[in-house]
């Protein structure tokens, strides 16, 4: 027994870093598929073994360009093999990739590259290019920009520009001419630890300007391997990349958990594509934020509200069917076998094509993050037999500390600790946990570090939780968010707009309170369920602003906070802080304004700025109140909304909760 | 790098002030052509050339005459008087059938897609004359067929990823936003591989963005395909940007005709445009 363990366990005790990964799974997964990306409207597929050839070709390349170990490179692009292949070419030499999030604004852009002082840019095409150029003066350390999509290219100045493909010839050729160049790679490869730098990621920046969190090899390959562990991935099993590669999620999923496991990842055409693209592939793992879904069951929905009469009840019926029986048939639990014949006719009808719409045939794991999803929105999901679990991470954590296991899925927690994970919880309520994959450092941002990272090594999440008696974490709010009305009453507003979000017809809010004598929000309504609505009722309106200050739709949104009120009152934690006071922003919060991350996290602090004469109108007693905002255009040209916003005063209901429990008792 | 590369221009105008595409010869004349419906004088008596390579502009106020000046070009409409020269060829009457298959192409203004078919199937359509099977062939589906139909899908995918529309491919055409519809039709007037491209207001209805993109595929279509441009536009701001030469109509007449400077600098334009007090 002994024997057959130690190998077993020095081979994966060398396995330490990505590049080893990949020259392990060129020799045990050849033949199997490693990347898929739609060309011309047709899936091409590399194999583990050309994979290994794709890259060893990029790296040579990148090495006659003159990269070396140590220096770091951009990373820029929707999900394309090729920059996948960037990142072990670039690590394969010992050099530092840093990807960075495609859609931000030159400005955003020329932060990062300063900061990490990047040397070569990979790059997905035009745009991109264009953008790098723009801010390369004033970044001052790039020396070359790799190219992938040559379109529209040609002209530029060659002094700037190298394209993948005649990188990798390049390198090709020099692989042909001597084997000692081989040789040198391998042996580079077999030089890297564990603990080397494997790549920089910079966070969002829910505040201030955006952090590199640095990940070590260790932390990427041991975070991949363990969460493939604790769901069973195997080589078998696939996905699809699409959520941006600057993102810790998507570079743990697609690169960490793809490389430890000889998982297969499939790249979409393009970004608008993704839907079709999925239905093709149909993936075994899935992962999206709770946006996503909520786009999804909102497509549903509205195309069944179209449907003819009996569809329509045939969905109805069967969906009430589910809602009863589908969650525990999930879980195993026991269920009548009436109820499992009906689930199992409602699967040939109704959900096994829902599923096959979405592409989610084949899945076996999808897991949502990053906010708080409806528990309805969850429950849907998961009683059409999508095995749908929520877990908890951060980019300092290499994303997993919490994860919810198969068979222990409640929607108000988010799981419990992963592999090798240790949480506690501090006195102020502060998550803090210990974890392979915690970061190295922030870079160059030692106090930083510092704040986050307690000498022994456990990390400062932010978020304020608890552990329940099951042993599942729950996440209340933000640590610092978390504040008190005038009169000491807790304030989460987190909990608030996460509870107000969950109404199909409010896409953002945003609560304020703290220090001040009651709760109030500001409302974003969402345009696909409001508007549906619109149309339905013969409401014309132009646009978002119109439809946002019609009177009806203001009556919406009272009546909703209303119930959120009266729900309030009967939970003591939260009762202090019903809503008292309300208003519907003229314009949708919009990350090219700065008022949400390229995450889609709300940023409060600047919104409180931005609005400053609303938030006051909201606590003077007013009415009424003309704003004037300032907004950025895709292209970058700026304009200006006016709007005059009418704001609403609201019911409180006295708490209840003591009330109900002693005549219960 | 250098910092000179900071400077440049906007997108749009980018690719074209760079580059080093070649204007050559006269490829299509229109000499003194007349056109008259019943007693309305749509045209009278204008002359103007297209050469090869150029990017050329026809605009005027409403009424002017431009979509009649498309229409004779490409055989819709058959003049009174003059001659079109295409190619070296002196004809009076120009046919479509001629035109197209001597490598005119041209888009609609008000759209003239197959509503009910799907994106890929109206920009095959454009191959339709590129095709050399027969009616029984293409039904069998098989054998020399299927390869034709193979090598004519890859053309429509080229177009497909060029004019970046990938997530439309199936979608019936007639349930599209009027701006995605415009680029199907352009696609489609791309799939027969024109000498000369024909475009009547392609930004007609279009927002800031899509007019950018649109401006960008014109300029790449004639840039890197060599693909000679005539187009029909109300942005003055595009027009000036991207085109070579531009020729002026009033009334059925030639008011102007030179550079987008020269045109703009023109007092008959101007007066054209903006209106004269008498």
């Not at chain 1, 990979?122 to 040559?150: H, M, W």
């Not at chain 1, 630890?193 to 910079?202: F, M, P």
């Not at chain 1, 009546?559 to 809503?579: P, T």
């Not at chain 1, 314009?587 to 940023?603: F, I, M, N, P, Y």
């Amino acid at each position: 027994m002994n024997a057959s363990i130690a190998p077993a366990d020095a081979s994966a005790s060398a396995l330490d870093t990505v590049p080893k990964l990949l020259l392990h799974n060129a020799r045990q997964y050849g033949s199997r598929p490693a990347f898929r990306e739609k060309a011309f409207g047709i899936w091409q597929t590399w194999t583990w073994a050309q994979t290994k050839d794709e890259i060893e070709a990029f790296a040579v390349g990148l090495e006659l360009l003159g990269l070396k170990a140590g220096e770091t490179v951009a990373i820029i692009g929707d999900n394309r093999p090729h920059l996948y292949w960037a990142f072990c070419a670039a690590q394969s030499l010992g050099a530092i990739p840093v990807p960075v999030y495609q859609d931000s604004v030159a400005d955003e852009m020329s932060y990062v590259l300063t900061h990490a002082e990047v040397k070569f840019a990979i790059v997905e095409n035009q745009e991109q290019v264009d953008k790098v150029l723009s801010v390369a003066g004033d970044v001052g350390t790039i020396r070359k920009i790799i190219y992938n999509d040559e379109r529209g290219l040609q002209k530029y100045d060659a002094n700037d520009l190298v394209s993948i493909e005649s990188l990798q010839e390049a390198g090709r050729k020099a692989l042909k001419s001597d084997p000692a160049v081989r040789k040198a790679w391998l042996d580079g490869i077999a030089a890297g630890k564990g603990s080397d730098v494997s790549v920089v990621l910079y966070t969002s920046g829910t505040t201030g300007r955006p952090k590199g969190v640095m990940l070590t090899q260790e932390n990427v390959v041991v975070s991949g391997r363990n969460a493939n562990l604790f769901d069973h991935f195997t080589p078998d099993d696939t996905m699809i990349a699409y959520l941006p590669m600057a993102w810790v999620g998507d570079h743990i999923f697609s690169y960490g958990q793809a490389f430890a496991g000889a998982l297969c990842v499939s790249c979409p055409e393009s970004p608008e594509t993704i839907i079709e693209d999925r239905r093709e592939i149909g993936p075994t793992y899935f992962f999206a934020p709770p946006r996503v879904f909520e786009n999804m069951l909102t497509q549903i929905m509205v195309r069944m509200e179209d449907a003819g009469g009996l569809k329509k009840g045939v969905f109805d019926y069967f969906l009430k069917v589910a809602r009863r029986v589908g969650e525990p048939m999930l879980d195993g639990r026991p269920v009548s076998f009436g109820d499992r014949l009906r689930y199992r006719l409602g699967d040939l009808l109704v959900y096994g094509p829902l599923r096959n719409r979405m592409g989610f045939s084949n899945l076996r794991v999808a897991y949502t993050a990053g906010e708080a999803i409806g528990p309805e929105l969850f429950s849907f999901f998961r009683s059409l037999g999508m095995n749908l679990k929520q877990l908890y991470g951060q980019t300092e954590a290499s994303v997993f500390i919490t994860l919810q296991p198969n068979g222990e899925v409640y929607p108000e927690t988010v799981g419990k600790p992963g592999p090798d994970v240790q949480i506690k919880i501090a006195e102020n309520g502060e998550v803090l946990f210990k974890s392979p994959g915690v970061f190295l450092r922030y870079y160059k941002n030692d106090d930083a570090t510092a704040e986050t990272k307690t000498a022994d090594g456990w990390v400062h999440t932010g978020d304020a939780g608890f552990i329940d008696q099951r042993g599942h974490l729950r996440i209340i709010d933000r640590a610092k968010d978390v504040g008190r009305l005038t009169d000491g009453t807790l304030f989460a507003p987190k909990y608030i707009e996460n509870r107000l979000k969950f109404y199909p017809e409010i896409k953002e809010a945003v609560a304020i309170g703290h220090g001040r004598e009651f709760v109030t929000v500001l409302i974003n309504i969402d345009l696909t369920s409001v508007g549906n609505w619109a149309e339905r009722n013969n409401v014309i309106y132009a646009s978002y602003q119109e439809l946002a200050a019609h009177p009806d739709v203001y009556t919406m949104i009272e009546k909703r906070i209303d119930e959120l009120n009266k729900s309030l009152a009967s939970e003591e934690m939260v009762a202090g802080s019903q809503i008292r006071r309300f208003l519907i922003l003229h314009k949708e919060l919009d990350a090219d304004d700065g008022e949400l991350t390229r995450t889609q996290k709300v940023r409060r602090s600047f919104i409180a700025d931005r609005y400053a004469p609303l938030i006051t109108a909201l606590y003077d007693g007013t009415k009424r109140c003309l704003i004037k905002t300032e907004v950025t255009f895709e292209d970058g040209r700026k304009g200006v909304i006016e709007g005059d916003v009418k704001i609403v005063d609201m019911k409180k209901y006295p708490p209840v909760k003591a009330a109900v429990r002693e005549a219960a008792e | 790098m250098k910092a000179d590369v900071q400077e440049r221009p906007e997108v749009a105008g980018a690719a074209h002030a760079g580059s080093d595409r070649e204007i050559g010869d006269v490829v299509l004349s229109v000499e003194n052509v007349s056109l008259a419906f019943g007693g309305v004088k749509a045209i009278s008596d204008v002359s103007f050339d297209i050469r090869k390579g150029e990017i050329r502009a026809i605009i005027g106020p409403n009424g002017a005459g431009k979509t009649s000046m498309l229409n004779v070009i490409n055989g819709f409409y058959h003049p009174n008087q003059g001659t079109i020269t295409f190619k070296g060829r002196k004809r009076s009457v120009m046919r479509p059938y001629i035109a197209a298959s001597q490598g005119i192409s041209r888009t609609f203004q008000n759209l003239a897609l197959f509503k009910g078919m799907s994106t890929l199937d109206n920009i095959m359509a454009g191959r339709a004359l590129k095709m050399r099977r027969g009616l029984l062939w293409q039904a069998l589906h098989w054998g020399p067929a299927l390869s034709e139909e193979i090598k004519h899908r890859e053309a429509v995918e080229k177009i497909i990823d060029f004019l970046e529309i990938q997530h439309i491919r199936k979608a019936p055409v007639g349930k599209l936003p009027y701006g995605l519809q415009k680029r199907v039709e352009l696609g489609r007037a791309l799939a027969m591989e024109p000498e000369l491209l024909l475009l009547d207001e392609p930004m007609a209805g279009m927002n800031l963005e899509e007019k950018k993109d649109m401006s960008r595929y014109i300029l790449t279509v004639n840039d890197q395909l060599g693909t000679t441009v005539a187009l029909i536009e109300h942005d003055m701001g595009v027009v000036m940007d991207i085109s070579d030469r531009v020729v002026v109509l009033e009334y059925g007449r030639k008011i102007a005709d030179g550079t987008p400077d020269e045109v703009q600098r023109d007092q008959r334009v101007i007066d054209a445009y903006l209106g004269i007090s008498h």
